[in-house]
């Protein structure tokens, strides 16, 4: 019963990360008009690799992309919550890098780097108040 009480203590203090990382996913794969399977691929990619969300149905984070996704569609000030929601959820120390590196992932998931989508990590690296080279410095962790 402790094992499980303490798992959920972990799924509520990473549900604004996820958050985090579902609007920032929902913010790039929008940039270019449409999402596309190669971006929900990588996605699910995400979700497999951190341990952060692994706590987490990958449902949970499907939906929580797709409602983001949604947001963008219907409501022209959907970016800026989107935003709120990414700086919210990277207040924890190394959690805005990782962040950024997964919109990264996420803008190169079709295998062009757009510049709708760069613009769109530009957008998420001011509102995390990272520095300006921070989006390179993203890029250049994905491509190795």
């Given at each position: 019963?402790?094992?499980?009480?303490?798992?959920?203590?972990?799924r509520?203090?990473?549900?604004?990360?996820?958050?985090?990382?579902?609007?920032?996913?929902?913010?790039?794969?929008?940039?270019?008009?449409?999402?596309?399977?190669?971006?929900?691929?990588?996605?699910?990619?995400?979700?497999?690799?951190?341990?952060?969300?692994?706590?987490?149905?990958?449902?949970?984070?499907?939906?929580?992309?797709?409602?983001?996704?949604?947001?963008?569609?219907?409501?022209?000030?959907?970016?800026?919550?989107?935003?709120?929601?990414?700086?919210?959820?990277?207040?924890?120390?190394?959690?805005?890098?990782?962040?950024?590196?997964?919109?990264?992932?996420?803008?190169?998931a079709?295998?062009?780097?757009?510049?709708?989508?760069?613009?769109?990590?530009?957008?998420?690296c001011?509102?995390?108040?990272?520095?300006?080279?921070?989006?390179?410095?993203?890029?250049?962790?994905?491509?190795?």
């Amino acid at each position: 019963m402790l094992e499980r009480f303490r798992l959920e203590l972990q799924r509520h203090k990473q549900r604004p990360f996820l958050e985090a990382v579902a609007a920032a996913c929902a913010l790039v794969a929008t940039a270019d008009g449409e999402v596309s399977f190669s971006e929900r691929a990588r996605l699910d990619s995400v979700i497999e690799s951190l341990s952060q969300l692994r706590l987490f149905d990958p449902h949970e984070v499907v939906d929580a992309f797709d409602e983001h996704v949604a947001r963008l569609a219907e409501d022209e000030k959907g970016a800026a919550s989107l935003l709120k929601a990414i700086v919210s959820g990277t207040r924890a120390e190394g959690a805005a890098d990782l962040l950024l590196r997964i919109s990264a992932a996420m803008s190169l998931a079709d295998g062009r780097d757009s510049a709708d989508e760069h613009a769109v990590m530009e957008q998420i690296c001011a509102a995390l108040k990272l520095p300006e080279t921070a989006v390179e410095d993203a890029y250049g962790a994905i491509k190795g």
